[in-house]
Protein backbone atom coordinates (compact mmCIF):
# COMPACT_ATOMS: atom_id res chain seq x y z
CA UNK A 1 0.00 0.00 0.00
CA UNK A 2 1.47 3.08 -1.16
CA UNK A 3 1.62 6.01 1.30
CA UNK A 4 -1.08 8.44 -0.42
CA UNK A 5 -3.20 5.43 0.04
CA UNK A 6 -2.16 4.61 3.41
CA UNK A 7 -3.00 8.52 3.94
CA UNK A 8 -6.47 8.13 2.39
CA UNK A 9 -7.81 5.20 3.97
CA UNK A 10 -6.64 7.35 7.75
CA UNK A 11 -8.62 10.26 6.48
CA UNK A 12 -11.94 8.20 5.74
CA UNK A 13 -11.76 5.68 8.60
CA UNK A 14 -10.84 8.81 10.77
CA UNK A 15 -13.81 11.05 9.39
CA UNK A 16 -15.91 7.59 10.36
CA UNK A 17 -14.23 7.58 13.76
CA UNK A 18 -15.06 10.75 14.67
CA UNK A 19 -18.76 10.54 13.38
CA UNK A 20 -19.44 6.97 15.01
CA UNK A 21 -17.86 8.57 18.07
CA UNK A 22 -19.44 11.43 18.52
CA UNK A 23 -23.42 9.78 17.92
CA UNK A 24 -22.06 6.76 20.73
CA UNK A 25 -21.40 10.37 22.92
CA UNK A 26 -24.19 12.00 22.07
CA UNK A 27 -26.80 8.88 22.72
CA UNK A 28 -25.27 7.07 25.40
CA UNK A 29 -23.56 10.10 27.70
CA UNK A 30 -25.33 12.79 26.27
CA UNK A 31 -23.38 16.44 24.77
CA UNK A 32 -24.84 20.04 25.57
CA UNK A 33 -26.76 20.51 22.82
CA UNK A 34 -25.03 24.31 22.76
CA UNK A 35 -22.30 22.23 21.53
CA UNK A 36 -22.85 21.86 17.87
CA UNK A 37 -26.11 23.42 17.11
CA UNK A 38 -28.65 25.97 17.91
CA UNK A 39 -32.33 23.97 19.44
CA UNK A 40 -35.57 25.43 18.30
CA UNK A 41 -37.29 26.68 21.24
CA UNK A 42 -36.11 28.28 24.64
CA UNK A 43 -32.99 26.67 26.78
CA UNK A 44 -35.66 25.17 29.39
CA UNK A 45 -36.51 22.34 27.35
CA UNK A 46 -33.38 21.53 28.09
CA UNK A 47 -35.10 20.06 31.77
CA UNK A 48 -38.51 18.32 29.99
CA UNK A 49 -38.25 14.98 30.14
CA UNK A 50 -38.75 12.99 26.62
CA UNK A 51 -41.90 11.66 27.14
CA UNK A 52 -43.43 14.95 27.63
CA UNK A 53 -47.04 15.17 26.05
CA UNK A 54 -47.44 18.60 26.55
CA UNK A 55 -45.34 21.65 25.96
CA UNK A 56 -46.08 25.31 26.92
CA UNK A 57 -43.77 28.35 27.13
CA UNK A 58 -44.72 32.16 27.77
CA UNK A 59 -42.19 34.53 27.40
CA UNK A 60 -43.59 36.92 30.85
CA UNK A 61 -41.04 39.69 30.20
CA UNK A 62 -42.77 40.25 26.56
CA UNK A 63 -46.38 39.96 28.13
CA UNK A 64 -45.90 41.80 30.84
CA UNK A 65 -43.94 45.00 28.53
CA UNK A 66 -46.59 45.03 25.87
CA UNK A 67 -49.04 47.47 25.15
CA UNK A 68 -51.77 45.10 26.10
CA UNK A 69 -50.92 44.34 29.36
CA UNK A 70 -50.15 48.04 30.31
CA UNK A 71 -53.66 48.69 29.11
CA UNK A 72 -55.39 46.22 31.66
CA UNK A 73 -53.00 46.94 34.45
CA UNK A 74 -54.66 50.40 34.68
CA UNK A 75 -58.05 48.77 34.95
CA UNK A 76 -56.70 46.14 37.54
CA UNK A 77 -57.67 46.82 40.92
CA UNK A 78 -55.36 46.98 43.61
CA UNK A 79 -54.57 43.11 45.35
CA UNK A 80 -53.57 42.88 48.53
CA UNK A 81 -52.45 38.85 48.29
CA UNK A 82 -50.39 40.13 45.55
CA UNK A 83 -48.23 42.54 47.38
CA UNK A 84 -48.48 40.04 50.51
CA UNK A 85 -46.62 37.00 48.49
CA UNK A 86 -44.53 39.87 47.19
CA UNK A 87 -43.48 40.98 50.98
CA UNK A 88 -43.09 37.11 51.80
CA UNK A 89 -41.11 35.31 49.00
CA UNK A 90 -39.48 38.66 47.50
CA UNK A 91 -40.68 37.81 44.36
CA UNK A 92 -42.75 40.22 41.98
CA UNK A 93 -43.75 38.12 39.56
CA UNK A 94 -44.53 41.15 36.76
CA UNK A 95 -41.33 42.01 37.59
CA UNK A 96 -39.12 38.91 38.51
CA UNK A 97 -40.36 36.35 36.06
CA UNK A 98 -38.61 36.23 32.38
CA UNK A 99 -40.29 33.49 31.11
CA UNK A 100 -41.99 30.28 31.74
CA UNK A 101 -42.03 26.80 30.48
CA UNK A 102 -44.72 24.15 31.24
CA UNK A 103 -44.62 20.27 30.46
CA UNK A 104 -47.28 17.95 31.25
CA UNK A 105 -46.32 14.11 31.42
CA UNK A 106 -49.05 11.69 31.27
CA UNK A 107 -48.65 7.90 32.73
CA UNK A 108 -49.08 5.56 30.08
CA UNK A 109 -52.51 4.42 29.03
CA UNK A 110 -54.05 1.99 31.99
CA UNK A 111 -51.68 3.76 34.46
CA UNK A 112 -53.13 6.11 36.95
CA UNK A 113 -51.78 9.57 36.64
CA UNK A 114 -49.28 10.58 39.41
CA UNK A 115 -49.47 13.91 40.53
CA UNK A 116 -46.11 14.04 42.03
CA UNK A 117 -44.83 12.92 38.15
CA UNK A 118 -47.18 14.83 35.84
CA UNK A 119 -46.29 18.04 35.35
CA UNK A 120 -43.28 20.59 35.64
CA UNK A 121 -42.73 24.26 35.25
CA UNK A 122 -40.12 25.94 34.87
CA UNK A 123 -39.29 29.51 35.65
CA UNK A 124 -36.24 31.61 34.39
CA UNK A 125 -36.23 35.00 36.83
CA UNK A 126 -34.31 36.78 39.54
CA UNK A 127 -35.14 34.09 42.82
CA UNK A 128 -33.92 35.36 46.41
CA UNK A 129 -32.78 31.21 47.10
CA UNK A 130 -32.02 31.87 50.77
CA UNK A 131 -35.10 33.56 51.58
CA UNK A 132 -37.26 31.09 49.51
CA UNK A 133 -35.59 28.26 51.39
CA UNK A 134 -36.27 29.89 55.03
CA UNK A 135 -39.74 30.31 53.79
CA UNK A 136 -40.26 26.94 53.03
CA UNK A 137 -38.37 25.64 56.21
CA UNK A 138 -40.78 28.20 58.26
CA UNK A 139 -44.22 26.28 57.03
CA UNK A 140 -43.13 22.60 57.40
CA UNK A 141 -40.94 22.09 54.51
CA UNK A 142 -37.66 19.92 53.93
CA UNK A 143 -34.78 20.76 52.22
CA UNK A 144 -32.39 17.85 50.25
CA UNK A 145 -29.71 17.78 47.70
CA UNK A 146 -30.96 15.90 44.59
CA UNK A 147 -27.23 15.55 41.92
CA UNK A 148 -26.10 18.62 42.99
CA UNK A 149 -29.09 20.79 43.01
CA UNK A 150 -31.01 22.20 45.96
CA UNK A 151 -34.38 21.48 46.28
CA UNK A 152 -37.51 22.47 48.93
CA UNK A 153 -40.23 19.90 49.36
CA UNK A 154 -43.40 20.17 51.21
CA UNK A 155 -46.16 17.45 51.76
CA UNK A 156 -49.15 18.83 50.19
CA UNK A 157 -52.07 19.26 53.12
CA UNK A 158 -54.13 16.48 50.65
CA UNK A 159 -52.03 13.28 50.86
CA UNK A 160 -53.01 12.65 47.65
CA UNK A 161 -51.15 15.50 45.90
CA UNK A 162 -47.96 13.68 46.91
CA UNK A 163 -44.99 15.86 47.33
CA UNK A 164 -44.14 19.03 46.20
CA UNK A 165 -40.87 20.69 44.97
CA UNK A 166 -39.06 23.68 43.71
CA UNK A 167 -35.62 22.69 42.60
CA UNK A 168 -32.81 25.42 41.79
CA UNK A 169 -31.61 23.86 38.49
CA UNK A 170 -29.81 26.65 37.70
CA UNK A 171 -28.82 30.11 39.61
CA UNK A 172 -32.12 32.01 37.02
CA UNK A 173 -34.24 28.91 36.93
CA UNK A 174 -36.56 27.13 39.27
CA UNK A 175 -38.17 23.99 38.82
CA UNK A 176 -41.94 23.58 40.32
CA UNK A 177 -43.95 21.01 40.52
CA UNK A 178 -44.34 17.10 42.34
CA UNK A 179 -41.01 15.85 43.62
CA UNK A 180 -40.96 13.22 40.75
CA UNK A 181 -40.95 15.52 38.12
CA UNK A 182 -38.69 18.14 39.22
CA UNK A 183 -36.47 15.14 39.71
CA UNK A 184 -36.75 14.12 35.99
CA UNK A 185 -36.17 17.74 35.08
CA UNK A 186 -33.08 17.42 37.16
CA UNK A 187 -32.10 14.37 35.04
CA UNK A 188 -33.00 15.18 31.88
CA UNK A 189 -31.16 18.43 32.05
CA UNK A 190 -27.93 16.12 33.70
CA UNK A 191 -28.21 13.46 31.08
CA UNK A 192 -29.26 15.44 28.07
CA UNK A 193 -32.27 13.06 27.62
CA UNK A 194 -34.71 15.51 27.01
CA UNK A 195 -37.70 16.58 24.82
CA UNK A 196 -35.45 17.67 22.09
CA UNK A 197 -34.84 14.21 20.74
CA UNK A 198 -38.53 13.78 20.89
CA UNK A 199 -38.52 14.59 16.81
CA UNK A 200 -42.31 15.25 16.48
CA UNK A 201 -42.61 17.66 19.42
CA UNK A 202 -39.74 19.23 18.27
CA UNK A 203 -40.74 19.64 14.75
CA UNK A 204 -43.77 21.60 16.24
CA UNK A 205 -41.72 23.56 18.48
CA UNK A 206 -39.12 24.27 15.40
CA UNK A 207 -42.70 25.32 13.56
CA UNK A 208 -43.29 28.27 15.73
CA UNK A 209 -42.14 31.70 14.67
CA UNK A 210 -42.59 35.11 16.19
CA UNK A 211 -44.74 34.48 19.29
CA UNK A 212 -44.46 35.08 22.64
CA UNK A 213 -47.07 32.36 23.77
CA UNK A 214 -47.28 29.07 22.86
CA UNK A 215 -48.16 25.24 23.49
CA UNK A 216 -47.85 22.01 21.74
CA UNK A 217 -48.52 18.72 22.00
CA UNK A 218 -50.06 15.03 21.69
CA UNK A 219 -53.78 15.71 21.73
CA UNK A 220 -54.94 12.50 23.18
CA UNK A 221 -52.94 13.38 26.57
CA UNK A 222 -54.88 17.01 26.53
CA UNK A 223 -58.55 15.53 26.03
CA UNK A 224 -57.79 12.36 28.40
CA UNK A 225 -56.82 15.10 30.90
CA UNK A 226 -59.36 17.40 30.56
CA UNK A 227 -62.19 14.54 30.73
CA UNK A 228 -64.62 15.49 27.48
CA UNK A 229 -68.13 13.64 27.61
CA UNK A 230 -68.06 10.18 25.93
CA UNK A 231 -69.89 11.94 22.65
CA UNK A 232 -67.14 14.59 22.33
CA UNK A 233 -64.30 12.50 22.91
CA UNK A 234 -65.10 10.03 20.33
CA UNK A 235 -64.77 12.72 17.67
CA UNK A 236 -61.45 13.55 19.04
CA UNK A 237 -59.14 10.90 18.35
CA UNK A 238 -58.71 12.20 14.70
CA UNK A 239 -56.36 14.80 15.64
CA UNK A 240 -52.85 13.66 16.52
CA UNK A 241 -51.16 16.34 17.51
CA UNK A 242 -51.89 20.40 17.69
CA UNK A 243 -50.01 23.72 18.51
CA UNK A 244 -51.25 26.73 19.72
CA UNK A 245 -49.67 30.43 19.52
CA UNK A 246 -49.93 33.91 20.10
CA UNK A 247 -48.46 37.09 20.31
CA UNK A 248 -49.12 39.67 22.32
CA UNK A 249 -48.59 43.36 21.64
CA UNK A 250 -50.75 45.82 20.90
CA UNK A 251 -53.19 43.47 19.94
CA UNK A 252 -53.53 39.57 20.13
CA UNK A 253 -52.55 37.67 17.09
CA UNK A 254 -52.24 34.09 17.19
CA UNK A 255 -52.96 30.58 15.31
CA UNK A 256 -54.16 27.42 15.98
CA UNK A 257 -52.97 24.11 14.38
CA UNK A 258 -54.29 20.56 14.41
CA UNK A 259 -52.98 17.20 12.86
CA UNK A 260 -55.18 14.93 11.85
CA UNK A 261 -54.34 11.01 11.29
CA UNK A 262 -55.16 11.54 8.02
CA UNK A 263 -56.20 13.76 4.83
CA UNK A 264 -59.83 12.56 5.47
CA UNK A 265 -60.04 13.16 9.12
CA UNK A 266 -59.06 16.63 8.62
CA UNK A 267 -61.54 17.47 6.02
CA UNK A 268 -63.64 16.67 8.22
CA UNK A 269 -62.62 19.06 10.76
CA UNK A 270 -62.01 21.88 8.17
CA UNK A 271 -65.66 21.38 7.51
CA UNK A 272 -66.41 21.66 10.58
CA UNK A 273 -64.67 24.75 11.76
CA UNK A 274 -65.81 26.23 8.64
CA UNK A 275 -69.18 25.86 10.29
CA UNK A 276 -68.05 27.00 12.88
CA UNK A 277 -67.12 30.41 11.73
CA UNK A 278 -69.81 31.01 9.16
CA UNK A 279 -72.30 30.82 12.07
CA UNK A 280 -70.00 33.44 14.19
CA UNK A 281 -70.00 35.79 11.24
CA UNK A 282 -73.90 35.72 11.16
CA UNK A 283 -73.86 36.04 15.17
CA UNK A 284 -71.20 38.86 15.58
CA UNK A 285 -73.39 40.63 12.34
CA UNK A 286 -74.97 43.21 14.58
CA UNK A 287 -72.14 44.11 16.63
CA UNK A 288 -69.23 46.09 14.99
CA UNK A 289 -66.90 45.40 18.10
CA UNK A 290 -67.18 41.44 17.50
CA UNK A 291 -67.57 41.41 13.71
CA UNK A 292 -64.10 43.06 13.62
CA UNK A 293 -62.16 40.04 15.44
CA UNK A 294 -64.87 37.52 13.74
CA UNK A 295 -63.20 38.72 10.53
CA UNK A 296 -60.00 38.23 11.12
CA UNK A 297 -60.44 34.34 11.53
CA UNK A 298 -58.65 32.56 8.37
CA UNK A 299 -59.32 28.56 7.98
CA UNK A 300 -56.60 27.11 6.32
CA UNK A 301 -54.32 24.21 6.13
CA UNK A 302 -53.84 21.24 3.63
CA UNK A 303 -53.19 17.73 3.52
CA UNK A 304 -53.51 16.75 7.33
CA UNK A 305 -52.81 19.88 8.65
CA UNK A 306 -56.15 22.62 9.93
CA UNK A 307 -55.09 25.76 10.83
CA UNK A 308 -56.60 28.75 11.84
CA UNK A 309 -55.50 32.02 12.40
CA UNK A 310 -56.94 35.09 13.90
CA UNK A 311 -55.50 38.51 15.14
CA UNK A 312 -57.39 41.00 17.45
CA UNK A 313 -56.40 44.47 16.18
CA UNK A 314 -55.43 47.53 19.18
CA UNK A 315 -58.62 48.63 18.37
CA UNK A 316 -60.82 46.12 19.39
CA UNK A 317 -59.30 46.36 22.69
CA UNK A 318 -59.77 50.38 22.79
CA UNK A 319 -63.82 50.00 21.63
CA UNK A 320 -64.02 46.99 25.32
CA UNK A 321 -62.13 50.35 26.89
CA UNK A 322 -64.24 52.65 26.49
CA UNK A 323 -67.17 50.01 26.72
CA UNK A 324 -66.11 49.61 30.04
CA UNK A 325 -65.46 53.09 31.22
CA UNK A 326 -68.89 53.86 29.71
CA UNK A 327 -70.36 51.37 32.13
CA UNK A 328 -68.50 52.68 35.11
CA UNK A 329 -69.47 56.02 34.63
CA UNK A 330 -73.26 54.90 34.29
CA UNK A 331 -72.73 52.83 37.59
CA UNK B 1 5.84 -22.46 -4.76
CA UNK B 2 2.15 -21.30 -5.37
CA UNK B 3 0.52 -19.28 -2.26
CA UNK B 4 -2.45 -20.00 -0.64
CA UNK B 5 -5.96 -18.57 -1.70
CA UNK B 6 -6.34 -16.17 1.32
CA UNK B 7 -3.12 -14.68 1.42
CA UNK B 8 -2.61 -14.84 -2.79
CA UNK B 9 -6.26 -12.70 -2.69
CA UNK B 10 -4.51 -10.44 -0.18
CA UNK B 11 -1.83 -9.41 -2.06
CA UNK B 12 -3.99 -8.81 -4.90
CA UNK B 13 -6.43 -6.39 -2.30
CA UNK B 14 -2.86 -4.91 -1.75
CA UNK B 15 -1.93 -4.08 -5.10
CA UNK B 16 -5.66 -3.14 -6.43
CA UNK B 17 -6.57 -0.82 -3.67
CA UNK B 18 -4.22 1.57 -4.20
CA UNK B 19 -4.74 1.39 -8.56
CA UNK B 20 -8.82 1.56 -7.90
CA UNK B 21 -8.29 4.52 -5.38
CA UNK B 22 -6.25 6.72 -7.46
CA UNK B 23 -7.74 5.92 -10.93
CA UNK B 24 -9.53 8.00 -13.02
CA UNK B 25 -12.71 6.29 -11.89
CA UNK B 26 -12.50 7.55 -8.39
CA UNK B 27 -13.24 10.95 -9.80
CA UNK B 28 -16.54 9.99 -11.05
CA UNK B 29 -17.03 8.38 -7.52
CA UNK B 30 -16.00 11.64 -6.13
CA UNK B 31 -18.50 13.29 -8.19
CA UNK B 32 -21.14 11.07 -7.55
CA UNK B 33 -20.85 11.15 -3.66
CA UNK B 34 -19.63 14.74 -3.49
CA UNK B 35 -23.30 16.02 -5.38
CA UNK B 36 -25.60 14.55 -2.03
CA UNK B 37 -22.78 16.41 0.24
CA UNK B 38 -23.03 19.99 -1.60
CA UNK B 39 -26.77 19.03 -1.36
CA UNK B 40 -26.47 18.84 2.40
CA UNK B 41 -24.53 21.52 2.59
CA UNK B 42 -27.46 23.61 0.87
CA UNK B 43 -30.11 22.42 2.65
CA UNK B 44 -27.84 23.21 6.29
CA UNK B 45 -27.78 26.71 4.56
CA UNK B 46 -31.32 26.89 4.00
CA UNK B 47 -32.34 25.87 7.42
CA UNK B 48 -29.57 28.14 8.78
CA UNK B 49 -31.55 30.97 7.06
CA UNK B 50 -35.15 29.57 8.40
CA UNK B 51 -36.47 28.16 5.03
CA UNK B 52 -37.32 24.23 4.66
CA UNK B 53 -35.77 22.65 2.35
CA UNK B 54 -38.53 19.65 2.14
CA UNK B 55 -42.33 19.58 2.43
CA UNK B 56 -44.65 17.24 2.30
CA UNK B 57 -48.22 18.06 2.08
CA UNK B 58 -47.64 21.54 3.27
CA UNK B 59 -45.61 20.29 6.50
CA UNK B 60 -41.97 21.05 6.81
CA UNK B 61 -39.75 17.74 6.90
CA UNK B 62 -37.08 17.37 9.83
CA UNK B 63 -33.62 16.82 9.20
CA UNK B 64 -33.63 13.59 10.12
CA UNK B 65 -36.61 13.23 7.40
CA UNK B 66 -34.49 14.98 4.65
CA UNK B 67 -31.60 12.52 5.55
CA UNK B 68 -34.28 9.18 5.33
CA UNK B 69 -34.84 10.77 1.58
CA UNK B 70 -30.93 11.57 0.75
CA UNK B 71 -30.15 8.21 2.23
CA UNK B 72 -32.82 5.79 0.03
CA UNK B 73 -33.49 7.85 -3.05
CA UNK B 74 -29.66 9.08 -3.93
CA UNK B 75 -27.39 5.81 -1.90
CA UNK B 76 -29.42 3.40 -1.80
CA UNK B 77 -31.39 3.43 -5.21
CA UNK B 78 -28.66 5.52 -7.40
CA UNK B 79 -24.81 5.74 -6.30
CA UNK B 80 -24.79 2.59 -4.61
CA UNK B 81 -25.70 0.21 -7.89
CA UNK B 82 -24.03 2.85 -9.64
CA UNK B 83 -20.59 2.67 -7.76
CA UNK B 84 -21.35 -1.39 -7.98
CA UNK B 85 -21.70 -1.18 -11.64
CA UNK B 86 -18.83 0.93 -12.83
CA UNK B 87 -16.71 -0.94 -10.58
CA UNK B 88 -17.92 -4.39 -10.30
CA UNK B 89 -18.41 -5.24 -13.82
CA UNK B 90 -14.14 -3.64 -14.49
CA UNK B 91 -12.54 -5.87 -11.98
CA UNK B 92 -11.47 -8.35 -14.64
CA UNK B 93 -12.31 -5.94 -17.96
CA UNK B 94 -10.03 -3.59 -17.15
CA UNK B 95 -7.13 -5.84 -16.78
CA UNK B 96 -8.09 -7.45 -20.00
CA UNK B 97 -8.26 -4.17 -21.43
CA UNK B 98 -5.16 -2.84 -20.29
CA UNK B 99 -3.53 -5.87 -21.41
CA UNK B 100 -2.08 -6.89 -18.07
CA UNK B 101 -3.86 -9.78 -17.12
CA UNK B 102 -1.40 -12.00 -18.59
CA UNK B 103 0.74 -10.50 -15.48
CA UNK B 104 -1.60 -12.12 -12.60
CA UNK B 105 -2.37 -14.69 -14.18
CA UNK B 106 1.43 -16.04 -15.07
CA UNK B 107 1.85 -15.40 -11.13
CA UNK B 108 1.96 -19.03 -9.14
CA UNK B 109 -1.70 -18.24 -7.66
CA UNK B 110 -4.85 -19.55 -8.00
CA UNK B 111 -7.30 -17.58 -10.46
CA UNK B 112 -9.88 -17.05 -8.76
CA UNK B 113 -7.59 -15.55 -6.15
CA UNK B 114 -7.01 -12.72 -8.05
CA UNK B 115 -11.38 -11.95 -8.11
CA UNK B 116 -11.75 -12.11 -4.85
CA UNK B 117 -8.82 -9.70 -4.14
CA UNK B 118 -9.62 -6.91 -6.42
CA UNK B 119 -13.27 -7.25 -5.50
CA UNK B 120 -12.13 -6.65 -1.62
CA UNK B 121 -10.88 -3.79 -2.79
CA UNK B 122 -13.53 -2.96 -4.38
CA UNK B 123 -15.47 -3.26 -1.43
CA UNK B 124 -12.98 -1.75 0.68
CA UNK B 125 -12.13 1.33 -1.84
CA UNK B 126 -16.29 2.26 -2.11
CA UNK B 127 -16.87 1.68 1.58
CA UNK B 128 -13.72 4.48 1.99
CA UNK B 129 -15.42 6.84 0.20
CA UNK B 130 -19.16 6.41 0.43
CA UNK B 131 -19.13 6.01 4.40
CA UNK B 132 -17.14 8.89 5.28
CA UNK B 133 -19.48 10.96 2.70
CA UNK B 134 -22.50 9.50 4.40
CA UNK B 135 -21.73 10.62 7.58
CA UNK B 136 -21.31 14.03 6.89
CA UNK B 137 -24.49 14.18 5.04
CA UNK B 138 -26.03 12.52 8.24
CA UNK B 139 -24.13 15.95 10.44
CA UNK B 140 -25.04 18.60 8.32
CA UNK B 141 -28.48 17.35 7.91
CA UNK B 142 -29.55 16.28 11.33
CA UNK B 143 -29.99 19.02 14.01
CA UNK B 144 -27.57 18.09 16.77
CA UNK B 145 -30.49 17.61 18.78
CA UNK B 146 -31.86 14.79 16.87
CA UNK B 147 -28.42 12.58 16.68
CA UNK B 148 -28.81 10.97 20.07
CA UNK B 149 -33.03 10.04 18.78
CA UNK B 150 -31.45 8.83 15.67
CA UNK B 151 -28.14 7.97 15.62
CA UNK B 152 -28.76 4.31 15.71
CA UNK B 153 -30.87 4.70 12.28
CA UNK B 154 -27.51 6.35 11.20
CA UNK B 155 -26.00 2.84 12.24
CA UNK B 156 -28.16 0.66 10.49
CA UNK B 157 -27.88 2.77 7.49
CA UNK B 158 -24.14 2.57 7.21
CA UNK B 159 -24.74 -1.19 7.28
CA UNK B 160 -27.14 -1.69 4.81
CA UNK B 161 -24.76 0.74 2.22
CA UNK B 162 -22.08 -2.02 2.97
CA UNK B 163 -24.11 -4.49 2.32
CA UNK B 164 -25.61 -2.90 -0.84
CA UNK B 165 -21.90 -2.18 -1.91
CA UNK B 166 -21.17 -5.82 -1.03
CA UNK B 167 -24.10 -7.84 -2.51
CA UNK B 168 -24.10 -5.30 -5.69
CA UNK B 169 -20.44 -5.67 -6.44
CA UNK B 170 -20.48 -9.44 -6.24
CA UNK B 171 -23.33 -9.61 -8.80
CA UNK B 172 -21.48 -6.67 -11.15
CA UNK B 173 -18.14 -9.16 -10.82
CA UNK B 174 -19.95 -11.97 -12.04
CA UNK B 175 -21.35 -10.05 -15.32
CA UNK B 176 -17.71 -8.88 -15.73
CA UNK B 177 -15.97 -11.81 -15.29
CA UNK B 178 -18.49 -13.72 -17.69
CA UNK B 179 -20.03 -11.83 -20.35
CA UNK B 180 -18.69 -9.55 -23.08
CA UNK B 181 -20.35 -6.00 -22.67
CA UNK B 182 -20.20 -6.05 -18.70
CA UNK B 183 -20.82 -2.60 -18.18
CA UNK B 184 -23.97 -2.05 -20.76
CA UNK B 185 -25.49 -4.99 -19.32
CA UNK B 186 -25.08 -3.68 -15.77
CA UNK B 187 -26.78 -0.42 -16.67
CA UNK B 188 -29.89 -2.79 -18.22
CA UNK B 189 -30.02 -4.28 -14.42
CA UNK B 190 -29.64 -1.38 -12.84
CA UNK B 191 -32.01 0.93 -14.51
CA UNK B 192 -34.10 -1.42 -16.59
CA UNK B 193 -34.46 -4.68 -14.91
CA UNK B 194 -35.01 -3.35 -10.86
CA UNK B 195 -36.87 -0.14 -11.56
CA UNK B 196 -39.23 -1.66 -13.97
CA UNK B 197 -40.07 -5.47 -12.17
CA UNK B 198 -40.47 -3.57 -8.43
CA UNK B 199 -43.18 -1.39 -9.90
CA UNK B 200 -44.76 -4.45 -11.50
CA UNK B 201 -47.10 -6.81 -9.61
CA UNK B 202 -45.98 -10.46 -8.79
CA UNK B 203 -43.18 -12.47 -8.23
CA UNK B 204 -40.49 -11.34 -10.50
CA UNK B 205 -39.32 -8.47 -7.91
CA UNK B 206 -37.68 -11.10 -5.85
CA UNK B 207 -34.82 -11.64 -8.92
CA UNK B 208 -33.29 -7.97 -7.90
CA UNK B 209 -31.15 -6.79 -5.14
CA UNK B 210 -33.44 -3.78 -4.55
CA UNK B 211 -36.72 -5.44 -2.88
CA UNK B 212 -34.20 -7.22 -0.26
CA UNK B 213 -32.45 -3.94 0.34
CA UNK B 214 -35.29 -2.01 0.40
CA UNK B 215 -36.96 -4.47 2.32
CA UNK B 216 -34.37 -2.83 5.32
CA UNK B 217 -35.41 0.41 4.65
CA UNK B 218 -38.87 0.55 7.43
CA UNK B 219 -36.24 -1.20 9.85
CA UNK B 220 -34.15 1.85 9.59
CA UNK B 221 -36.29 4.74 8.82
CA UNK B 222 -36.48 7.21 11.58
CA UNK B 223 -40.27 7.72 12.78
CA UNK B 224 -40.56 11.59 11.22
CA UNK B 225 -43.46 12.50 8.64
CA UNK B 226 -41.73 11.06 5.34
CA UNK B 227 -42.04 7.56 6.72
CA UNK B 228 -44.99 7.08 5.51
CA UNK B 229 -44.54 8.33 2.16
CA UNK B 230 -41.78 6.11 1.46
CA UNK B 231 -43.19 3.35 3.36
CA UNK B 232 -46.37 3.63 0.59
CA UNK B 233 -43.90 3.03 -1.99
CA UNK B 234 -42.06 -0.20 -0.57
CA UNK B 235 -44.90 -1.37 1.22
CA UNK B 236 -44.60 -5.11 -0.33
CA UNK B 237 -41.40 -6.22 1.79
CA UNK B 238 -40.20 -10.01 2.77
CA UNK B 239 -38.91 -10.02 6.39
CA UNK B 240 -36.11 -8.97 7.82
CA UNK B 241 -33.90 -12.06 8.59
CA UNK B 242 -35.44 -13.21 5.08
CA UNK B 243 -33.76 -10.30 3.26
CA UNK B 244 -30.67 -10.67 5.20
CA UNK B 245 -30.35 -14.06 4.02
CA UNK B 246 -31.28 -13.44 0.57
CA UNK B 247 -28.65 -10.56 0.64
CA UNK B 248 -26.13 -13.14 2.01
CA UNK B 249 -26.84 -15.60 -0.71
CA UNK B 250 -26.78 -13.58 -3.50
CA UNK B 251 -23.29 -12.07 -2.26
CA UNK B 252 -21.77 -15.65 -1.71
CA UNK B 253 -23.48 -17.56 -4.75
CA UNK B 254 -22.48 -14.93 -7.21
CA UNK B 255 -19.06 -14.48 -6.17
CA UNK B 256 -18.62 -17.50 -5.90
CA UNK B 257 -19.90 -17.97 -9.53
CA UNK B 258 -17.62 -15.25 -10.68
CA UNK B 259 -14.82 -16.93 -9.40
CA UNK B 260 -15.80 -19.89 -11.18
CA UNK B 261 -15.92 -18.02 -14.57
CA UNK B 262 -12.63 -16.40 -14.08
CA UNK B 263 -10.81 -19.57 -13.59
CA UNK B 264 -12.42 -21.74 -16.06
CA UNK B 265 -12.89 -18.87 -19.36
CA UNK B 266 -9.85 -18.33 -21.70
CA UNK B 267 -9.35 -14.71 -22.08
CA UNK B 268 -7.97 -13.48 -25.50
CA UNK B 269 -6.38 -9.75 -25.41
CA UNK B 270 -6.66 -8.57 -28.08
CA UNK B 271 -3.64 -7.56 -30.31
Not at chain 1, 51 to 76: G, I, K, L, P, W
Not at chain 1, 202 to 209: C, F, G, K, N
Not at chain 2, 79 to 103: H, Q, R, S
Not at chain 2, 173 to 187: D, E, N
Request: glycine fraction near 8%; aromatic fraction near 10%; proline fraction near 4%.
Amino acid sequence: MSKKTRYFVLVSGAILTVGLGTGLVASYLGLPVSLLSSAAGPDELQYIPQDAAVVAYANVRDVMNSEFRQRFRQMEPPSKERDEFEQKTGLDIERDIDSVVAAFMPAAEGVTDSPERAAVVLARGRFEAARLEALALEHGGAVEDYKGKRLLTHLDKDPADGTMAVGFVEADLVALGGIEAVKRAIDAGADNRNVMSNNELMRLVAELDNSNAWAVGRFDALARQARLPSEVQSQLPTVSWFSASGHVNGGVSGILKAEARDEASAQNLRDVVRGFLAMAKLQAGSRPGMQQMVDSLQLSGDGKTVALSFSIPSEFFDALESMARQKQGQQ
Amino acid sequence: MSMGFWSASRRVFDLSLGEMLWSRRTIFMALVVGGPVVLAIIVRALDMFGMSALRVNGRTVGGIGVFGVMMWMLFLRFIVPVLAVFYGTALMADEVEDKTLTYLFTRPIPRGAVLVGKYLAYVACTMLVVLPAVMLVYFLVVPFREVPGTFMSLVTDLGLLGLGLAVYGAVFAFVGAYFKRPLVLGLVFTFGWEPTVMVLPGYLKQFTIAYYLQALVPHAMPTDGITSLLQGVFRETPPMAVSLAWLGAYAAVFLWLATRAVERREYVLEQ
